[in-house]
Every structure is written in C-alpha cells, then in structure tokens.
C-alpha cells in the first residue's frame, strides 16, 4: 500500500491584521509551517493599527469580536475601544508566536501566477515563490479623500480620520469636521467637549441606534479569566442576538425590520428636541438601506451650544475653511475628513 505524506506547501500572508494574525495560527495548526507574514506597517493591528481617532471603538459586543480559541476577560468596555482591541490582537499574536514571524515594514508590490507557483515581488526587492497567497488586507485602511474643489488649498490643519494627528490640540479650536458614518459620529461624539467650535458638513444623514455600552468591572474580569468556556458562551450569545435582531432586519424579516425601524426612529424622536434640527437628521430612506450607527452618544453631541449642522452641499474649499452651495463661508482652523475608505483597493 502506497501512502502518500501530507504536503506543507509554502505560504504567503498578505497583512497582519486581525485575518493575517488567524491565518498565521490555524496553518500552523493544520501542520503547514512554511508561511510569510508580509506586512506593510511597522506592527501588526490592521484597522485598529490604522484607526487612533478620538473615540474610535467597535461598534459590536467586545466578547463577540474576538477568535473563537482565545476569549479576552480583560474587556474593559461592552464596546470595545480602539487601543483595547489592538492590545487584544498584540497578546494573541505574541501567545501563539505569530509576531516573530512576521516581515514588517514589507508590503506587496507584484503578484503573478506562472508555472503552478504564486511569484511575488516586495517593497523591499525581495522575491517569492509560494503555492498558495493569502489576501488578508482587509478592507479599512486606503483612505478615500473627498474629491471637492480646492481641497488642497487649505492653509490650516487638515488629516483623514484614519491618518489621525494627535499633536494637534484641538481644545478651543474651530473644527469642520466631514462625513456623519460611523466614524463621525464617534469623532463628533468625543471631540465636541473639548472644541470652540465645530460645524459637521452632512451629506447624507444617518439612522441611528442606540447600544448600551457599559464598563466591565474588576469582579467581571475575574469571574472570566481562565474560564474559556464561559467567554465563548458569551460570544455566541452576543452573536446570537446581534443576528436575530439587525441582521434579521436587512435580510427578510418583516417583523425585525419593523422593530428596527421603530426604535431607531423612536431614539431620533425622544433623543433631538428641536424640530428643526430632528428634520436635517432624518434620513429619506427605510431603515437598513444604508449601515446602521450605533451611537448613545451622538445626538447628545450634535446638540450641544458649540456644535453646528451644516446640511446645504460643499461648493468648494479654500484657504480659510468651506464654502457652502448657500453662498456662506465657514472658516475653521482645523478640517478634519471623515470620508470612509476605498473598500475595493484590497489587493491593487
């Protein structure tokens, strides 16, 4: 009887965020140890490397965001911040020895298939040859710049949520702040405590849902620490009601929908006082249609004295701040662009 042994085919891993990190683990799990992490930055994180805005947070129950093999009791947030899911992502690579594996400072400039191998060609000049690339480049990290007029003309401090500059001081300052998606709201949350002033230019406004956060105490943490099974119970049952709730709202059910449906408009109605300003913040389209926010913080925020709603269209920008299609000049010292990513520049 001929047996053939089981192949270790080599590998390449394209990122060493939250994916890169899995791949790492589970190859070497199923006995393939020939792996190259390549990494573009100078530490693993992806996303949550990238994002270090104020506020920055997941908008999903932390015990549910994290790999089924090793839970996390040290949560210090029902919403995870930003630099807690890093920390996360840094401990499991460290346990598993993934991080010593990894090529950072290395992205990947040429990938070409020829003769059943995957050829690949590095920043830093370096060439593979590998049977099997794996694309774990996510998604949320090419920032995508608004194409508006004169942008580049703006003398003061300007930056991309995702490009974060933290030796600024905003406090006292006059802010515009771009975009109202999750990001913003999270931005216009934490940053409008502390400005002189700030003007949020809306394009499109958004359907907001409240999600309790909570912090998780020292007794918490510590009914959690070495018990693995409950922390996974924990996540399913997390992700359990996160999928018959809002994913069952935007995939059929007509009851979940309506449900969604009521109780965002209900938060909107209960939360904005002004009519006026309930108006500008009410979206012309159903609920699900565009991504749900998740925010107990944000119509707090939009209301307060020193923050204002701009909804009339950006005609241009110039060196003082934004001119609206209104015909009106809203200078501000710092412009801050909440615009998103380019979600399909993964791999190109």
Known sequence: MITSAPRNPSVAVIGAGMTGILMAIKLREAGIDDITNLEKADKLGGTWRENTYPGVACDVPSHMYTYSFQGNPEWQHRLAHGDEIQAYFEKVAADHKVTQQIRFNESLDQCHYQDGKWHLKTSKGNDLVVDFVVAATGI????????????????????????????????????????????????????????????????????????????????????????????????????????????????????????????????????????????????????????????????????????????????????TGVATSDGQQHDVDVLILATGFNPFNFMR
């Open 140 to 319: 949320l990290h090419h920032p995508a710049y608004p194409d508006i007029p004169g942008l580049q003309s703006f003398k003061g401090e300007a930056w991309h949520t995702a490009r974060w500059n933290h030796d600024v001081d905003l406090r006292g300052k006059r802010v515009g702040i771009i975009g109202t998606g999750s990001t913003a709201s999270q931005v216009i949350s934490e940053i409008s405590k502390d400005v002189g002033h700030l003007t949020v230019f809306q394009r499109t406004p958004q359907w907001i849902c409240p999600l309790p956060d909570k912090e998780y105490t020292e007794r918490d943490k510590a009914r959690l620490r070495g018990n693995q099974t409950l922390m996974q119970k924990l996540s399913k049952r997390y992700a359990f009601v996160m999928r018959n709730t809002f994913s069952k709202a935007v995939t059929g059910s007509k009851f979940n929908h309506a449900w969604i449906s009521w109780m965002v408009k209900r938060n909107l109605r209960k939360s904005v006082t002004d009519p006026q300003l309930r108006a500008k913040l009410t979206p012309d389209y159903p609920v699900g249609c565009k991504r749900l926010i998740f925010s107990n913080t944000f119509y707090e925020a939009i209301q307060r004295d020193n923050v204002h709603l701009e909804t009339n269209g950006i005609d241009h920008i110039d060196a």
